[in-house]
């Protein structure tokens, strides 16, 4: 894979229901793999039994206050009235949510249909649903109250001309006794040269402190960026952790966390993103390039 001659004009085209109904079907058929099925309609089965879950209760509700006020004989014609149409409107949710529930369902395939166009243009795959083992790093560790899926995945295999190389969503909900909170990260990721070994580095955007659990001892601290790495890994972390990688990870337009563990070297951005952003795309294309000349020259 060669970031300088990825194709992202597909990304600039308006993709249209029929398109997104195509890939959809495609992934019904297998095309993807069996978790990118099994995820077909999925949001639209939950709304549905939703709707009907909610809009059943709430109807059985007024029907039974409405019947014990018409025994005791204490509503109107016009009361009655007013009773129906509540009930009508308390009753709508079986038929709305299971809508909101298609439309949100066309949505995921409407964004997976440029990546697959993308994909097929550059050399890459498509996983609209992941089945491949979680990557190593902070946003793919699974532990207690984390629910993790990753989604919308390109990936290009090692070749000659480059490593794996790999982009896509990860999101997972944190949850505790009282609530639960939604974390969703669009995130590349590239293999680093194995020979060299890489002891774990992270890098946050913004100036954070110097002793963080769970993180190696700091190696330096600025307005853009903190990077902490052990001192079997500072050497590393100096010629990987360019002037210009920092520049790129610390944009005040979007800034994005990155760590190398395990032999990967992993960007994601601290809050949402787009998978069809080719902005986004652009700049982590440009992550890829950095990360893959540093370790160049560092052979």
Same mark, same amino acid.
């Given at each position: 894979?060669?970031?300088?001659? +990825?194709?992202?004009? =597909?990304?600039?085209?308006?993709?249209?229901?029929?398109?997104?109904?195509?890939?959809?079907?495609?992934?019904?058929?297998?095309?993807?793999?069996?978790?990118?099925?099994?995820?077909?309609? #999925?949001?639209?089965?939950?709304? $549905?039994?939703?709707? !009907?879950?909610?809009? +059943?209760?709430?109807?059985? !509700?007024?029907?039974?206050?409405?019947?014990?006020?018409? =025994?005791?004989?204490?509503?109107?014609?016009?009361?009655? =009235?007013?009773?129906?149409?509540?009930?009508?409107?308390?009753?709508?949710?079986?038929?709305?949510?299971?809508?909101?529930?298609?439309?949100? *369902?066309?949505?995921?395939?409407?964004?997976?249909?440029?990546?697959?166009?993308?994909?097929?243009?550059?050399? &890459?795959?498509?996983?609209?649903?992941?089945?491949?083992?979680?990557?190593?790093?902070?946003?793919?560790?699974?532990?207690?109250?984390?629910?993790?899926?990753?989604?919308?995945?390109?990936?290009?295999?090692?070749?000659?001309?480059?490593?794996?190389?790999?982009?896509?969503?990860?999101?997972?909900?944190?949850?505790?006794?009282?609530?639960?909170?939604?974390?969703?990260?669009?995130?590349?990721? =590239?293999?680093? *040269? &194995?020979?060299? $070994?890489?002891?774990?580095? +992270?890098?946050?955007?913004?100036?954070?402190?110097? !002793?963080?659990?769970?993180?190696?001892?700091?190696?330096?601290?600025?307005?853009? $960026?903190?990077?902490?790495?052990?001192?079997?890994?500072?050497?590393?972390?100096?010629?990987?952790?360019?002037? *210009?990688?920092?520049?790129?990870?610390?944009?005040?337009?979007?800034?994005?966390? &990155?760590?190398?563990?395990?032999?990967?070297?992993?960007?994601?951005?601290?809050?949402?993103?787009?998978?069809?952003?080719?902005?986004?795309?652009?700049?982590?294309? &440009? !992550?890829?390039?950095?990360?893959?000349?540093? #370790?160049?020259?560092?052979?």
């Amino acid at each position: 894979m060669t970031p300088e001659h +990825v194709d992202l004009s =597909v990304l600039d085209r308006r993709t249209t229901r029929e398109e997104a109904v195509t890939v959809r079907e495609m992934a019904r058929r297998g095309a993807f793999g069996e978790p990118s099925a099994q995820s077909v309609g #999925e949001g639209r089965r939950t709304a $549905g039994l939703l709707g !009907i879950v909610v809009g +059943v209760f709430l109807g059985l !509700i007024c029907l039974v206050t409405l019947v014990v006020q018409l =025994v005791g004989g204490s509503v109107d014609r016009g009361e009655l =009235v007013v009773w129906l149409v509540l009930t009508a409107v308390l009753v709508s949710p079986a038929f709305l949510l299971p809508l909101l529930g298609r439309a949100s *369902d066309l949505r995921m395939w409407r964004r997976c249909a440029p990546l697959l166009e993308l994909a097929r243009a550059n050399g &890459a795959q498509l996983e609209p649903v992941s089945s491949r083992p979680a990557l190593p790093g902070r946003i793919f560790g699974v532990g207690i109250g984390r629910v993790p899926t990753t989604t919308e995945r390109v990936a290009w295999p090692a070749t000659e001309a480059g490593p794996e190389v790999e982009t896509g969503t990860r999101t997972y909900v944190v949850s505790s006794s009282s609530s639960s909170t939604t974390h969703r990260h669009r995130y590349v990721a =590239v293999r680093l *040269d &194995a020979a060299q $070994g890489s002891p774990r580095i +992270v890098f946050e955007p913004g100036r954070h402190d110097g !002793i963080r659990q769970g993180y190696p001892p700091l190696a330096s601290r600025s307005p853009d $960026g903190t990077l902490y790495a052990g001192s079997e890994s500072g050497d590393h972390a100096q010629r990987l952790f360019t002037d *210009d990688l920092l520049g790129l990870l610390a944009d005040r337009t979007g800034p994005m966390a &990155a760590e190398v563990v395990d032999g990967w070297f992993l960007a994601w951005t601290v809050g949402d993103g787009s998978p069809t952003d080719q902005r986004l795309w652009r700049r982590q294309l &440009a !992550i890829v390039t950095t990360v893959l000349a540093a #370790e160049l020259a560092g052979r």
